[in-house]
């Protein structure tokens, strides 16, 4: 038996019909940039997740960046994040000029520590970037409590995390402003790159739909209004015939970027996402299946808190022997994958900060014998069967 750690091709064949028909006829209209697919896909993410805004750009990546634009974070600034992630995190914050101060993780939840988070804070610190890793959510209250505390901005990094929740409140609801991406193996993932901003902060929502767009046009002026605090709305006389050109698409407000969702992507999503409860859940079960089945092997399984739902966006396993698990499982078929073999504060890209081995214990622990198997809303009984009986073979 072979079996992948994540079947996209499964996922497509079960909603073939519907996608191929969206995608035919976004190709058939002729408008693939800014069309209603992503109007109607913003509107509907705003209502899943219960929040005012929702703004679609290019990438996660791209939504990490653009959120800590729309705060004004920038060079000089620290924020404050893990260690236990994806690279795209810290990047985000290095890449708009601030500088990433990393806080080591909690061995159960292997989510950011809120209790190791206050001795961190400096007077250059503007906002904790917690991630809601392999889709469990953090300890909200406490890092908004201490954000608070501190008069600072937390920035949901929620790209693991679409449809979990904490205490009955979606992931992405739970900050002042958060990000998701579509990658194709996310929980709800696009047929290419696709990301999210979420927020309930009007402005900061203005600010972003500017900075995806070259800072241009009406979003653009509006944004520029709200930086300085003028009132009116007043539209720039272009000089040109107003009934033929948007006369503001040339006017340019703030320096931004480019980083607008496709059409094609956010039609592809828009059918995704009636389907994501129900995917989410039937990892929820693969997930129990694996805890129950697991519990007397030598390995620890993923630890859910009481006040949350996690969406298992990966499965992981924590092993002593990681290196011999991985080998022994692929040569029975069944394939893994190690998130993440080097904690960020130990990159060769971070080295200029100083961080040495021993400096956050939990996270190294974790880089040296995590690992994730097979998990997807499709994986058949027989396959879940296979995994566990293998694993549970392993050593003899």
Not at 155 to 161: F, G, L, S, T
Not at 366 to 378: G, K
Request: proline share 3%.
């Amino acid at each position: 038996m072979q079996i992948q750690l994540i079947n996209l091709k499964r996922q497509y064949e079960s909603i073939k019909e519907e996608v191929d028909k969206e995608v035919l006829d976004v190709l058939s209209a002729g408008q693939y940039i800014m069309g209603k697919n992503v109007k109607e896909f913003e509107r509907e993410i705003s209502e899943y997740i219960g929040v005012k805004n929702s703004v679609s750009v290019g990438n996660g990546t791209d939504a990490l960046i653009i959120a800590l634009k729309a705060l004004g974070i920038g060079r000089g600034d620290e924020v404050i994040t893990t260690p236990f992630t994806f690279f795209a995190t810290a990047e985000s914050i290095s890449f708009v000029g601030a500088t990433p101060v990393f806080v080591d993780v909690d061995i159960n939840t292997y989510n950011i520590d809120p209790e190791k988070i206050e001795e961190k804070i400096t007077d250059k610190t503007k906002a904790i970037m917690p991630v809601h890793i392999f889709g469990q959510p953090c300890d909200m209250d406490a890092i908004n409590e201490i954000a608070k505390k501190h008069n600072l901005k937390v920035i949901e990094d929620a790209c693991q995390a679409i449809g979990s929740e904490y205490k009955g409140k979606k992931a992405g609801s739970l900050s002042d402003i958060a990000c998701f991406s579509f990658f194709p193996t996310k929980n709800l993932g696009c047929a290419g790159d696709g990301g999210m901003i979420v927020t309930d902060d009007d402005n900061l929502a203005a600010l972003c739909r500017a900075l995806r767009a070259h800072g241009s046009g009406a979003d653009g002026q509006k944004a520029f209004n709200i930086i300085n605090d003028i009132k009116e709305d007043a539209a720039e006389d272009s000089g040109n015939d107003n009934t033929i050109y948007n006369p503001l698409k040339y006017y340019n407000y703030l320096i931004g970027q480019n980083s607008r969702l496709d059409e094609l992507q956010a039609a592809i999503l828009r059918v995704k996402l009636r389907n994501l409860d129900k995917w989410n859940n039937a990892r929820r079960r693969h997930a129990r299946f694996y805890n129950e089945q697991l519990k007397d092997t030598n390995l620890a399984a993923p630890f859910e808190t009481n006040n949350v739902k996690h969406v298992y966006h990966l499965y992981i396993l924590c092993s002593d022997d990681r290196s011999k698990m991985i080998n022994y499982l692929k040569e029975n078929g069944i394939a893994t994958g190690v998130y993440y073999p080097i904690p960020l504060h130990l990159q060769k890209a971070y080295q200029d900060l100083g961080y040495k081995e021993g400096d956050l214990p939990n996270a190294e622990y974790l880089s040296h014998r995590t690992f994730a198997i097979p998990m997807f809303a499709e994986l058949t009984d027989e396959e879940k069967e296979y995994i566990v009986d293998t694993i549970k073979k392993f050593g003899e």
